[in-house]
C-alpha cells in the first residue's frame, strides 16, 4: 500500500509542472450586436452575445426588446496610431 502511494505521489509531483505551464489565460470577448429587453421586476437587462443584427432580432421576437451596436466593441478595438514621417534634413559640410 505504502509503494501505492509513493508512486501516485511521485506521477504527481512529475505531472503537476506539465499541467501549470500548459494553461492558458481567460480572456474577455467582446460582441459587436447587443440585445437590451425589460424582464419583470429585474427591470432592463442587457446581453452583448450576439455577431450579427439578424441574429440578435430572432433572439429578440419573443421577448420585445431591441438591438444595437455595442459600444464597448468599438471602443475595444485598438485605434491605429500614425507616427509622423521622420525629417530629413540636409547638411552641407
Known amino acids: ?25 481567460a480572456e474577455a470577448v467582446q460582441y459587436p450586436v447587443c440585445l437590451s429587453y425589460v424582464e419583470g421586476w429585474s427591470g432592463m437587462i442587457e446581453r452583448c452575445e450576439y455577431t450579427s443584427i439578424q441574429q440578435c432580432q430572432m433572439s429578440a421576437l419573443g421577448l420585445n426588446g431591441s438591438c444595437y451596436d455595442n459600444w464597448r466593441y468599438a471602443y475595444a478595438q485598438p485605434v491605429p496610431v500614425e507616427r509622423p514621417l521622420k525629417r530629413r534634413y540636409r547638411r552641407d559640410y
Open 1 to 25: 500500500m505504502k509503494k501505492y502511494a509513493l508512486m501516485l505521489a511521485a506521477a504527481a509531483l512529475l505531472a503537476a509542472p506539465a499541467l501549470l505551464t500548459s494553461a492558458t489565460r
